[in-house]
């Protein structure tokens, strides 16, 4: 496995292999590797020639008084992932790679990032978004390949790719759990052993609106009051947000009518955890 670390290898990286007609797949991370972005590569490794993955803990996606500082970079161990998991080519650019000091140009998508994670943490994804078109201008990958855990997020890659008109396919991969049911996430690690039998309420309350809604309950209303009642029976979790929305436009919907995504935010201590489940698809 190769390890780049400039943009401009990178990029001359990426134009050798694509002339010669090779196919790249890109697996865009922040590192703190789990079974969730081995899955992703997974995905890009069946179709690719080239699996390109970057580790890059992007700074303008985080807020003030987020985790930026804090959160996790074990480098060595990720490195010892993507080699097992196949990758050929690891990016690990570092800050003063990706941003120029005084780097002025950011991307905003404006409908779909305005709601969900977007409503508490304002400038995220125009942080995310503008990071994605730069990573996806130095690795030039035929596809990439983002979790359907980050929902919102891949909506709205999906988005400007299309508005854009970038000329690179997105892959979306299924949320990957650990063996209890808390889907695997990097901040999982924040949690101490009690938050994380906190967390599974999670999954079980995701589980339980699923089961309403294949007994036939389709009101939203009632799938919202019953999922906020089972959050409310663990102390320790402090609920975000509970959003019904449809699955493409993200806008909230009143009954469970075609896809219908289910998002949850919550905080337990000073970790922040998400989930969804697509219902009636
Ligand atoms: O999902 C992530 O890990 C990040 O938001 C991404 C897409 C790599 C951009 O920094």
Redesign the pocket.
Known sequence: MEILRTVREMQQRARDEKRTGRLIGFV???GCLHEGHLSLVKLARARADLVVLSI?V?PI?FLPGEDFFRYPRPVERDEALCRDAGVDVLFYPDVEQMYAPDHSVMIEETLLSKGLCGASRPGHFTG?AT??VKLLNIVMPDFAV?GQK?AQ?LRVIQRLIRDLNCPVDIIPGPIVREWDGLAMSSRNRYLTPAEHQDALCLRRSLDHVEKRVREGELTVETLRTELAQRLARVPSVRVEYIEFVDNETLRPVERVEGAVLVALAIRIGSTRLIDNTVLGS
């Open positions: 865009p991370t922040m890059f992007n996606q995310v990071v994605v983002f980050d997020q």
